[in-house]
């Protein structure tokens, strides 16, 4: 009885085993069944979207518009400005940081500001006065954008950093704070490290706070270095040109990826 019951299970057992090998190899078979095989490697392998030709084209016709309306080479404010030899201008393709940067008596004075703010700032409306072709006094409404910028000055031979923050607007520099570090190269560096010590170190009291004839001198310290006038009129221009020109290598950029 037990010999019995043992063939048996073991034949059903065999039964089962060939029904599920049968199913198990149907089942491979049709995965390998090259119409299927086809359409999974097609998925896999595929190029491209099918939005890619529509953003490529539509890319195509935004840089064709830009580099209609934009001259080549740089504009002719800019050969003017540094034709002056005042000032050095550090603009690295890619970054959204510029930098001035020149030399006064034993001093080394660093301007930087950054095209960002064209996009983070709203613009705001001020008056310019004139006259009118008759003579009377007219005003005409002018967009502005505010820029901040970081001014360090330092001394040959001498420690320390006076570091100070603006805002470039309306043609004017509008101090907000001026700090001085006993460390030339923690008022001075760019690195996280640096920018980490500063948080630590007192600012100074914000800069309307002071006496106005110590605001007045600062002023005039500043317009003494260059930092006057007509470089709050010509920063704001530049940024634009800078911010012009990186959306134009922007759009090249993402276009030539779209379509590879």
Do not use: H
Request: aromatic share 10%.
């Amino acid at each position: 009885m037990t010999q019995r019951s043992f063939v048996s299970t073991s034949t059903s057992a065999i039964a089962r085993s060939a029904v599920f090998g049968a199913a198990r190899a149907a089942s491979v078979r049709a995965w390998a069944t090259p119409g299927v095989r086809q359409f999974s490697m097609s998925s896999a392998l595929r190029k491209e979207g099918t939005t890619d030709v529509s953003l490529a084209q539509k890319l195509s016709e935004e840089l064709a518009y830009e580099r209609e309306a934009t001259q080549s080479g740089p504009p002719q404010f800019i050969q003017e400005f540094k034709s002056q030899g005042v000032w050095n201008i550090q603009d690295n393709v890619g970054a959204d940081e510029v930098i001035f940067e020149r030399t006064f008596g034993s001093e080394n004075v660093r301007l930087m500001f950054s095209i960002a703010d064209l996009d983070s700032n709203p613009e705001t409306e001020y008056e310019v006065e004139g006259e009118s072709e008759s003579g009377e006094p007219a005003s005409d409404s002018v967009t502005s954008t505010p820029i901040r910028v970081a001014i360090s000055i330092t001394k040959r031979d001498v420690p320390g950093c006076l570091s100070i923050d603006a805002v470039c607007q309306d043609g004017a520099f509008l101090v907000e704070n001026a700090s001085f570090y006993p460390d030339a190269e923690i008022g001075t560096s760019l690195t996280a490290e640096a920018d980490w010590k500063r948080r630590g170190l007192y600012l100074g009291p914000t800069f309307e706070n002071l006496d106005p004839a110590v605001q007045d001198e600062f002023e005039r310290y500043l317009d003494e270095r260059g930092i006057s006038e007509s470089l709050a009129l010509f920063i704001p221009d530049y940024a634009e040109y800078k911010e012009q020109t990186e959306y134009i290598r922007w759009l090249e950029s993402v276009k030539k990826f779209v379509e590879a």
